[in-house]
């Protein structure tokens, strides 16, 4: 792999980072599977991409942030005010977004390579400039998160995932945290999106396809990596996961895989990632019985 390739793929995974980003939120501290996060990451694409064929790339990522949290919103609702489950929430609201993202944009896809976006301001005005804003764009958004998550909110937000009753008891409104949580998850990860139509050039719908599992990949391949235990350990994980991530999938890439198998490739790392915890825990398992049975 180039040097190029591997700047490329460590700039898309600072991106990528914010979708892990949001799914520590959703998934490990309000431990709620949102299945909007495809839908949520496309409409951040539709919304900077559009804006941004319109010279505005800023205000683009803006309305990226402010759509995003408002597609949590509605998988809130759906979930605290009319008791659907969390997973059929997120699929509804996923479905619906298909339809608005492309009426947003107007078609499948939009190319980007005749306006100015951050990025190609970035490169005009620093070496390296795409990837110090990707870096920005990152370490700013995980830093913010830890100190949100550190505030009386978001310590109600992080009780919320871990006990339920125990907040409703203590005069907590869960409705309140859990949406909350979500808007802001979904928010991130819509910012997500809209920095890599920009970053890339252009904007299509297909790019927000098996987003919420890239994610959670990039979460536990961070946890393997750091480990779990703490609102720090967690962020910088899910930070250094993503990029390890998109480093994998652009070897494959380079190597004689073959772009047609790059889906494939994806999958097994996925899968690898996942299921790394319950293989290693079996390991530990067969070395200790090993041990025990050599004492006896």
Request: aromatic share 6%; hydrophobic share 50%.
């Amino acid at each position: 792999m180039s040097i190029q390739i591997l700047l490329t793929n460590t700039e898309q995974g600072l991106i990528y980072s914010l979708v892990a980003l949001g799914l520590y939120i959703s998934y490990r501290t309000l431990d709620i599977a949102d299945l909007t996060t495809d839908g949520s990451f496309t409409l951040g694409i539709a919304c900077s991409a559009i804006l941004t064929s319109l010279g505005h790339p800023v205000l683009g990522l803006a309305a990226a942030l402010i759509a995003g949290a408002l597609a949590g919103g509605v998988t809130a609702v759906l979930q605290t005010k009319l008791g659907v489950q969390p997973i059929l929430a997120g699929i509804i609201t996923m479905t619906g977004l298909y339809s608005i993202n492309l009426m947003i944009m107007g078609k499948s896809n939009l190319t980007l390579l005749r306006v100015d976006t951050l990025f190609r301001w970035a490169d005009g005005l620093m070496p390296y400039g795409t990837l110090v804003l990707a870096l920005v764009f990152a370490v700013v958004c995980a830093v913010l998160l830890v100190l949100f998550l550190r505030t009386q909110l978001g310590l109600s937000l992080r009780a919320t995932g871990d006990n339920r009753d125990m907040v409703a008891a203590s005069s907590i409104n869960p409705a309140f945290t859990t949406t909350v949580g979500l808007c802001i998850a979904n928010a991130l990860i819509a910012v997500s999106g809209g920095l890599l139509a920009q970053q890339q050039g252009y904007g299509d719908l297909t790019l927000g396809t098996g987003m919420v599992v890239i994610g959670l990949a990039s979460l536990v391949i961070g946890e393997v990596l750091v480990g779990r235990g703490g609102i720090v350990r967690g962020v910088v994980g899910a930070l250094i996961g993503s990029i390890i991530y998109r480093v994998l999938t652009g070897i494959a890439l380079t190597s004689n895989l073959g772009a047609s198998n790059l889906k494939l490739v994806s999958a097994v790392i996925v899968a690898a990632a996942i299921s790394w915890p319950a293989v290693r825990d079996k390991i530990l398992f067969y070395k200790k019985r090993k041990e025990a049975d050599k004492e006896c």
